[in-house]
């Protein structure tokens, strides 16, 4: 069970995300600002949070400024009232993940936190290894008995979601969800795009296929 830690100063709000995420079938953990947040994270294992930015003692922009600057990348949802360009801009440069203003829809934050779960999973899995390919997360680079090189970074990421799940069927919308922003302006057909790019470059590859599947997505296959 994934834990989400929630820090919101507003009883209220955080009562109803904990039961939100509760039926979701998530552990929620409660904390009403950013220093109390911080205590939470020392004691108790977190998947993920869910930060409010208006807040007493530490507000959202601080904390989340506080954990990355100390090395932490735990994927980070800011829920807030505050909905200028600017608001978002900024939290996006100190570090958030994605962003929703409230009131929020609570399917639509479910479903975004549950992409940054998958999308936090792809990076804390930092190797893959298919037959005699290798994958390293960390260089976004590919190893065959061929040699070595390396991909651009959404057409690793997408490689390395496929070959995590071999014969797992992926939608276009689940690929897009999960590797590129929420609020990108790309459509579906950019999958595809990536998807031709990496088959021109594994046409060869006695490992794996991509194939795809019609009317679904696509999906990668093992050869041996």
Same mark, same amino acid.
């Given at each position: 069970?994934?834990?989400? $830690?929630? !820090?919101?100063?507003?009883?209220?709000? /955080?009562?109803?995300?904990? =039961?939100?995420?509760?039926?979701?079938?998530?552990?929620?953990?409660?904390? %009403?600002?950013?220093?109390?947040?911080?205590?939470?994270?020392?004691?108790?294992?977190?998947?993920?949070?869910? $930060?409010?930015?208006?807040?007493?003692?530490?507000?959202?922009?601080?904390?989340?400024?506080? $954990? /990355?600057?100390?090395?932490?990348?735990?994927?980070?949802?800011?829920?807030? =009232? +505050?909905?200028?360009? =600017?608001? #978002?801009?900024?939290?996006?440069?100190?570090?958030?993940?994605?962003?929703?203003?409230?009131?929020?829809?609570?399917?639509?934050?479910?479903? /975004?936190?549950?992409?940054?779960?998958?999308?936090?999973?792809?990076?804390?899995?930092? %190797?893959?290894? !298919?037959?005699?390919?290798?994958?390293?997360?960390?260089?976004?680079?590919?190893?065959?008995?061929?040699?070595?090189?390396?991909?651009?970074? +959404?057409?690793?990421?997408?490689?390395? #979601?496929?070959?995590?799940?071999?014969? +797992?069927?992926?939608?276009? %919308?689940?690929?897009?969800?999960? $590797?590129?922003?929420?609020?990108?302006?790309?459509?579906? /057909?950019?999958?595809?795009?990536?998807?031709?790019?990496?088959?021109?470059?594994?046409? =060869?590859?006695?490992?794996?296929?991509?194939?795809?599947? %019609?009317?679904?997505?696509?999906?990668?296959?093992?050869?041996?």
């Amino acid at each position: 069970m994934f834990h989400i $830690l929630v !820090v919101e100063d507003n009883a209220n709000t /955080r009562k109803l995300m904990e =039961a939100v995420l509760t039926q979701h079938g998530y552990e929620p953990i409660l904390a %009403r600002d950013g220093v109390e947040a911080l205590e939470v994270l020392d004691r108790k294992h977190v998947d993920l949070i869910v $930060l409010d930015i208006m807040m007493p003692r530490m507000d959202g922009y601080e904390f989340t400024q506080t $954990l /990355r600057e100390s090395g932490c990348e735990l994927p980070i949802l800011m829920v807030t =009232a +505050k909905e200028k360009p =600017a608001d #978002k801009h900024r939290g996006f440069q100190i570090g958030t993940d994605d962003y929703m203003v409230k009131p929020v829809d609570e399917e639509e934050m479910c479903l /975004r936190i549950a992409a940054l779960l998958r999308r936090s999973k792809i990076v804390n899995e930092h %190797r893959l290894t !298919v037959g005699g390919t290798v994958l390293d997360y960390d260089a976004l680079s590919v190893a065959t008995p061929e040699g070595s090189f390396t991909l651009p970074n +959404k057409e690793f990421m997408l490689l390395f #979601k496929l070959l995590s799940y071999p014969g +797992k069927i992926f939608t276009r %919308r689940q690929l897009m969800d999960e $590797l590129w922003d929420m609020e990108s302006e790309s459509d579906e /057909r950019t999958v595809d795009v990536h998807i031709n790019r990496l088959r021109d470059h594994f046409r =060869a590859s006695p490992d794996f296929e991509i194939v795809t599947v %019609r009317g679904l997505g696509y999906k990668a296959v093992k050869k041996a």
